[in-house]
């Protein structure tokens, strides 16, 4: 089971009709919920729930393909497990060269998870206005499971200028605990160049302490000296 959070949004000045319908619904949806029910490889078959803040909600079975981007539902987010940087997330599927941008870790929790990141840009114009827009998503998937992390998808118009924006976030899982296979400790508060850093900041505050001290030692010294005269 996995449980996301949705959040949409856009500029004040957009114009309601240029709006995507992604967009809109993921204003008010709640959470959106996935639970897998079977795996055949490459094709996976899974049941969702769609919450909506108003308390309506729909709910159905789906299958996608991890090799071809085959889907047959509304939720797209799955990749093949333990792929690396470098990787095709679709290698059956030729026009989509995607591939994975770095390996990372993901703060989930109280632990992190390894981590497949995939940063994309799309430019789009319209064949009739002309108008463009550009699409840029930053999107965070398990590496272990393939499942969706986190994923940033920002749309900048242009004739009209507006933005908008979806946000997914996985907000809980039974699907891995901390001890899983994936797992991590948390990253340190500070690393070793934070480390560094803050310890020349220090000894340049104390040089610099020391500094103003003596002028003000000195200034003192030659007023007593010219009070004695």
Known sequence: MFTYSVAGSYSPSAPVSEIPEDVLNAEITDFFKVTIDNVTSPEIYYTWIWQFKNGTSMTNSSMLNIQTTGSTGPFWAIISANLSSGA????????????????????????????????????YQNNVTQAT????????????????????????????????????KLAETNAWTESSTGSLPPDPLFSLPVIVAIIVLVALLIVALAVWVSMRRKKARQKAILRKK
Do not use: C, V
């Open 88 to 123: 095709k997330i679709h290698p059956f599927y030729g026009p989509d060269r995607s591939t994975i941008n770095a390996t990372t870790k993901w703060p989930y929790m109280n632990y992190t998870r390894e981590t497949n990141r995939l940063q994309l840009e799309f430019a």
């Open 133 to 168: 827009k550009i699409e840029h998503t930053d999107t965070y998937f398990d590496r272990q499971t393939g499942m969706l992390l986190e994923l940033n998808d920002e749309t900048n118009y242009q004739n009209p200028t507006f933005t908008t924006t979806i946000k997914w």
